[in-house]
Every structure is written in C-alpha cells, then in structure tokens.
C-alpha cells in the first residue's frame, strides 16, 4: 500500500478470533474481527476492533449522546490482509500490527504517542503509561495523579469513599502528561488498571444485559505535546460547553427543610437588607427533608403549607432579584428516546412525555432545575436527563439559556450545560482536602461546571464556623457556588450567630454525624469573612465570564491544574493542592484546622500577592502566613484583571466604572469577553470582545474592541486603570476604537527574590 496523507484513513484488518463468553451478533466463536483506524483530526486517531461488517458504515458505531453529532467524512481507503500497515498522516505515523494485535502511534519525527496492545478474545486493552503524571477519568476518584491506582469505574455513591472525595462520575478519558490522550468511547463498562509500567482497560460484563461482548471496542488516541491540546480535541469529540446564564455564576443558597411561606420570603429579604450578594434560591424537595417544595419524590405539585401561593411567592423572590430552582428526583431508570419526539411514543418514560409533567411548574416561572441522584441510571439515561433539562426548557423559552445541576453524567454532559457538584460528602477537613484534586480531574476530563455542598452535606463534629469559613472561601473560587447540607441553618453566612441549629437533621444512625458543639453557634466572625469572599467572586465576575467563554471556544477548563500551563515545572506538574483560576489567578485554599501559616507553590515568573501587591519571585516554595479572612490568591506579573464594582446580583445596574487592574512586571493581554447573559444570542456572535494589551517596558495599555464583536457596548464607558504594585490611577473613556494609554515613569522590577526559608508575615490589605 501506498502511504496516503487524507483526512481519513481506514483499515480493515480481518483476523481469525477465538470465541470469548457471551459473544452477540457479528461476534461468533471462530468469526473475524475487523479493526479500523481513522484520522479525525491532525491530533487524534480512532482505532476501532468490532465484528467484520460492523464498521461497513462511517460514522460513530451507536447513537449515543456522547460524541457530539457530526457528518463523519466517508472513508477514503479500505485494504484487507494481515501484514503489517503504516499510515502517514499530516502530523502522526499510525503502525499496525496483526500478531499480536497492536497500534502504534508516533509522531512524524518519531516521538511515541502512544502504544496499544488488544486481547482479540477479551477486548482488555494494555497501554504506553510513559513516566509522567497521571490525570482525569472524571470526578469523585481517589488522588490526584492517578498513576499506581486500580479504578473500577463504578458510578455513584462508593462506600467507603464518597465520605471524603464525593460521588463518583466515571468518565474514560486519561490524560498523560508525556504528551497523550486517551478516550474509550466503547464499550461503556470497564475498569482502568494503573499500577504497573503499563495500563490496562478491562472490560467487564454487566448482569442485566445478556449476551454482552466486549466489542465493539472504539477508542480515540490523541496526540498533545500542550496540554491544552488534549482538552481542544477531546471536546471536539463530545462537545464543547455552553454558555451557562450569567446568574448561574452567582453565589446559590439551598435549602432543605422549609419552615413556612413567611419564613421563604423574609430569608430572601435578609440577604437583601444584608446587602449578602446573592443570585438564585435552591429549593429541597419532600422526602429527603419533612416540608420540601413538593409533595414528596419525583413530585412536581407544590406542597401548600410551605408554597400556600406559588405564583405569589415566585412573584416576590423574582422581585427581589433571585432566581428559583427547584429540586426533581425518582428519574426512571427506562428514561429514553428524543425530544420532542413525534408523538408517537406514548410511554411515560419517554423524554417528550417526561418533560411535558415538568411544564406546569415551568410556566409559572421557575428558572433551573436540581436533578438529584441518579448513581442507579445506566449511561444514556444519565445523559438524556442532562438533554431533556437543556432542551426541554428551550422549547418552552427558545432563547433563554437553560441550567440544571446534577449529581450524575457522563462524557457529552458539558453541551447540555453539564453543571454537576459532588454529592453527600462528610463535614471534615479531610473531605475539603480531598475536594481540590477531584475539582482539577473533574474539570480536566467531565465539564468546567463542577462545585460541592459548601459546609458538606453530612453535618459532623468536625462542622465548625473554622471549617465552614475554609470551605467557603474555596466554593467562592470554584463554578458553583452554592451552600447547602443537613443542618442547613449553618449553610447560610449568618447562621453561625443565631445561637440555634435550626431543623435538626442528624440521622442517631449515620455513623459519624452530630451537631457542632452549642459554643460554635455565637461566631459573630463568620458574616463578614463570608460577605467579603461573595463580594469578592461578584468583583471577579468579568474575569470568570470571560473564563466560561474560553471554557466554551477551547475546552480549557475555569479551574486548572497547574500543569495545563506549566507542564515543563515538575513541581507544578505534581501539585495537586492548588489550582490555577483562568489563566493569571493562583488559588490556595487552607484545607488544615487551625493554621497560621501555608506553604505556597509559585511556579516561574513573577507573582503578586493579591492582598498585598507585594511582588514575588516564581519557581519556589513560600511560606503565606494567614488569618481567617484570609485565603491566599496570587496575580501572574502581566495580568490584566477586570475587577467590577460590587454587585447584590450579576445583572443589578451599578454607575461605578469597571477597574482594570495592570499587574506590570511582564507584557499581558486579555481578552474581555461580554454578552447578554441570559439568551442565545451568542451563538450567532452577539457577543463583545475587548482586547487590552499591557507592553511593560514602554509602559503602554493598548485597548480595542474586536473585529469579531456583533455587540456594541455603550457608546462610551469609563474604565479605570490601576498600575499595580505602585497603584497609580488613571480614568479613561472607552468608545471601542483603538485607544493607547502611556505611563510616566520607569516600569519598576520585583526587589530581592524571596528564599523559600523566608516566612513571609503580610496581614491582609483587602
């Protein structure tokens, strides 16, 4: 055969295969296998081994909803034999072996990608590892690099881990940090096994579907010398996000047992008279709690003693500006089919019909919804109930952008919005430790909307205003940002001042669970460090829009690891207690009772205290000292950070201007992203695009709307730059058009680098 350099390729490489248990269809003892090799993309290959015929027609081998829908090219080649094969694509050399049966993956100068050796008769798949880290498979798993660990896969609630690290959202997508990728479309149920100097993907057989074969197998190779490539190609393979309703980003407050209409409506003027900026109201349905929303499980009728009036009720919250979401369980595990649909299926577990009981709640104004559970559906059920609660809404308000958040998913989740947060985890230091390695995998191989139970579900001994503060101020950096849990009196920035728990809801059975200590409940501290971190996240709020729309574009997620930027860093590479928050903001949450002092990672380059402006030097070890208030953030040198006026809700007018805070020391550019927050309008590019570029040594900050924006902000606007560390000021009228904006004075230069033996004592300037 002649090398051929076309977009796609496809071998058909037929081998006499032994019988395996179980075998269905095509797959028959002594029958053939058929193997295809598919270039998607200049970074990504498909290899897949099914029965011969099975791959006859291009395309994805089921409709499923995990690979986003696409016209698959029709293959261009086909060659039947047993020898060796090698195919030359525009970046990658793709060798294939019959005995035994194996692909190799190179790039064209050689460098290996990735090497996959496949067990004809039980479709286990052995796989290069390399030496480098290990990350993804979705979220709730055990560790941050995942390498040396054995992971079945199982969805849900594991006992013995959901305690510290959540529910489990298994998603076979591995990362290497060596430069590959791995996504295994099919089959759905299999383990990974990363304990040797090679992986292992086993499939493994499920009871309740008879005659299961471990083929078809259908996996995607990817080649990533950047890292951001593996995110840029995997969601090219199941979807790129959308774009989330700007509220979404706000601060969420959840409930659980109601005390009566009155008390739904004065919590809600609290915040308000508080000025506790807040968004959207989450509510717990009956069942889990006494006195919910409803009437009970998988209800969707108001229960009348706690929502006497609804439409009176939704009426006075969306006066006060919030936004209402409501908790939906008791999903049927045969929920199925299209939507609409076209009329013809009349099964109530249909989407069409399924949806259709939802509309008379809808239309009274309800802005989201809260589908809990799950771990019991199978794989399309968990994916069609993240499609039915973005499109049924959209069929109802076609331009209004849909949320709902979950416990569950799957891979293709994040084009349905795919918001999830990770389930009933305990009230321990241990679990908020935990919970920064699972947010960095889950947002590395699942969606970039991932959040968890501010406080913990469970309530413990371990519960105090301490924890709930810590925890806290991580939810405020994480996409959902939302408190809830048993107890859920100490869920709000008040309640741990009242001197009372509210509705008692421990469970003398949960092993592990109780009150915090009476003495915990006059903590008159906690509001304010709490009222600090919801400004704080409003302030931010252009910086992490913009996020959310490279998250959409890119793939890249909103937390990142600090390999996605520096994979040349061993030491970032490894670091798996803090994060990285768009690109310029670096997170470190206090995980530990009772400090004063954390150790901090920098990686290269210079970094700024964010509470201080001090200056410092990257590519060390630091010791942060720190108070309650304080959760240390550190600003890349080159960051130009948008930094809005307080807000009490995302889209409440404000006359202050926007600040532009320049952190010299390094050249920088963003990219300040805006639309109308709340329909679809984007899609067809009304959306805004603002360009600052900072040029430190000329002291210069260049400002120009995008030729790509289809939306004009106002005529003209005043933006506020601040030159930081020296903070000096300048206002400046923006109208779009290009605008140069010079600096006196020499670009000043970090002073002696800090040594990681310094113990560096700042007290917090904000």
Not at 277 to 284: G, N, S, V
Not at 442 to 460: H, N
Not at 478 to 505: A, I, K, M, Q, Y
Not at 630 to 644: D, H
């Amino acid at each position: 055969m002649k090398t051929r350099t076309l977009g796609i390729l496809v071998l058909s490489l037929f081998l006499c295969g032994g019988a395996f248990a179980g075998q269905a269809g095509a797959e028959r003892e002594g029958g053939a296998r058929e193997l295809t090799v598919s270039s998607i993309s200049d970074y990504t290959v498909r290899i897949t081994v099914g029965a011969q015929g099975l791959m006859a027609k291009p395309g994805p081998l089921a409709e499923d909803l995990i690979l986003e829908p696409r016209d698959w090219p029709q293959p261009l080649a086909r060659i039947k034999g047993t020898e060796e094969q090698s195919l030359a694509l525009k970046n990658l050399v793709v060798k294939v072996k019959s005995s035994p049966l194996s692909v190799v993956v190179t790039l064209k100068n050689g460098t290996p990608v990735q090497e996959l050796s496949i067990d004809a008769n039980s479709g286990a798949v052995r796989f290069f590892l390399g030496k480098g880290s290990l990350f993804g498979l979705g979220g709730g798993g055990l560790q941050f690099d995942k390498r040396g660990l054995f992971d079945a896969m199982d969805n849900g609630h594991r006992d013995g881990e959901y305690n510290l690290f959540g529910s489990r959202v298994p998603i076979p997508f591995l990362i290497g940090t060596d430069g590959w990728a791995l996504f295994f479309h099919l089959p759905y149920n299999a383990a990974f096994d990363l304990r040797g100097s090679r992986g292992r993907f086993v499939p493994k057989s499920r009871p309740e579907i008879k005659a299961e074969s471990p083929f078809p197998l259908d996996v995607f190779i990817i080649a990533c010398e950047k890292p951001e490539r593996a995110l840029f190609e995997f969601t090219g393979l199941t979807g790129r996000s959308v774009m989330p309703p700007k509220w979404a980003l706000g601060y969420m407050q959840s409930h659980r047992t109601l005390e009566g209409p009155e008390a739904i409506v004065k919590e809600a003027e609290t915040f308000r008279q508080k000025q506790l900026p807040c968004d959207t109201m989450i509510y717990l349905g009956t069942g889990y709690c006494p006195s919910g929303w409803n009437l009970g499980h998988g209800s969707l009728e108001f229960n009348p003693t706690m929502f006497d009036d609804p439409p009176a009720i939704l009426n006075k919250l969306h006066g006060l500006n919030f936004r209402v979401v409501l908790h939906k369980n008791n999903a049927p595990i045969s929920l199925h089919g299209e939507f609409p649909g076209d009329g013809r299926d009349t099964s109530p577990d249909s989407v069409a019909n399924y949806w259709a009981r939802h509309k008379q709640v809808f239309v009274l104004g309800i802005d989201g919804w809260w589908p809990d559970d799950g771990d019991e559906l199978p794989i399309d059920p968990r994916l069609i109930r993240h499609m039915i609660y973005f499109k049924g809404p959209l069929a109802d308000r076609p331009d209004e952008r849909p949320f709902s958040l979950h416990r569950t998913g799957y891979a293709g989740m994040q084009r349905f919005g795919g918001w999830v947060w990770s389930g009933d985890v305990y009230s321990l230091w241990e679990t908020l430790a935990a919970h920064v390695g699972v947010a960095l995998n889950f947002s590395l191989s699942a969606s970039p909307f991932w959040g968890t139970d501010i406080g913990g579900f469970f309530c413990t001994k371990d519960l105090t205003g301490e924890l709930y503060v810590r925890w806290f101020q991580f939810g405020a950096f994480c996409p959902v940002f939302r408190s809830h849990g048993r107890v859920w009196h100490l869920r709000l920035p008040w309640g741990w001042n009242t001197g009372e728990v509210g509705p008692n809801e421990i469970v003398p059975t949960q092993l592990g669970t109780g009150l915090p200590d009476p003495s915990e409940l006059h903590n008159a501290g906690v509001e304010p460090i709490c009222k600090k971190y919801m400004e704080l996240r409003y302030q931010l709020m252009p910086y992490l829009y913009s996020a959310v729309r490279e998250a959409h574009d890119s793939g890249m997620p909103i937390m990142r690891a600090l390999w996605l930027h520096y994979p040349d860093d061993p030491r970032a590479v490894q670091c798996g207690d803090e994060y990285l928050w768009g690109r310029d903001m670096l997170v470190v949450p206090i995980t530990q009772k009772g400090v004063t002092q954390r150790r901090v990672y920098l990686p290269q380059g210079v970094w700024y205290d964010f509470w201080s402006n001090r200056q410092l030097e990257g590519g060390q070890s630091l010791t942060r000292y720190v108070d309650l208030s304080t959760m240390p953030l550190y600003v890349r040198a080159g960051t130009i950070l948008p930094f809005a006026p307080v807000r009490q809700f995302v889209s409440q007018p404000v006359t202050e201007p926007l600040t532009l805070r320049v952190y010299t020391g390094a050249d920088g550019r963003f990219v300040l992203y805006d639309d109308d927050g709340q329909s679809l309008q984007y899609l067809s590019g009304k959306a805004e695009w603002i360009s600052i570029a900072w040029a430190d040594k000329e002291r210069s900050l260049v400002i120009e709307r995008e030729a790509e924006s289809g939306l004009k902000g106002p005529g003209t606007r005043t933006l506020r730059i601040v030159l930081l560390p020296e903070n000096k000021t300048q206002d400046v009228e923006f109208t779009g058009e290009r605008k140069e904006i010079k600096f006196e004075g020499p670009a000043l230069r970090p002073g002696n680098s800090v040594t990681p033996a310094e113990f560096i004592k700042i007290r917090s300037a904000y």
